[in-house]
């Protein structure tokens, strides 16, 4: 059984920085592709940021350049460098391999 834990969220002031892990029990993140999303109130779930099998990324372009999702093999366990935040941010933030998703840790940046 695949199984996601997510954390590292909290509550930050604009500027500040946080780091998001994600740890996968089940599954070996290296063959997939790994995902960073956030859901917001209100709002639509959308991909933050992804990292390929091979490593590649890819980024949404309100995160470009202030966002970074790198992985440890090692350690089973995919992160989300987070930099710069805007209270924008704010959200629920989860990560999703073939489907299945963690119960997210909340993001909260006041202005």
């Known amino acids: 059984q695949v199984q996601l834990v997510e954390s590292g969220g909290g509550l930050v002031q604009a500027g500040g920085s946080l780091r998001l892990s994600c740890a996968a029990s089940?599954?070996?993140?290296?063959?997939?592709?790994v995902g960073w999303h956030r859901q917001a109130p209100g709002k639509q779930r959308e991909l933050v940021a992804a990292i390929t099998s091979v490593g590649s990324t890819n980024y949404a372009d309100s995160v470009k350049g202030r966002f970074t999702i790198s992985r440890d093999m090692a350690k089973n366990t995919v992160y989300l460098q987070m930099n710069s935040l805007k209270p924008e941010d704010t959200a629920v933030y989860y990560c999703?391999?073939?489907?299945?998703w963690g119960q997210g840790t909340q993001v909260t940046v006041s202005s």
């Open positions: 999703m391999v073939r489907n299945t």
């Open positions: 089940g599954i070996i993140f290296r063959g997939n592709s």
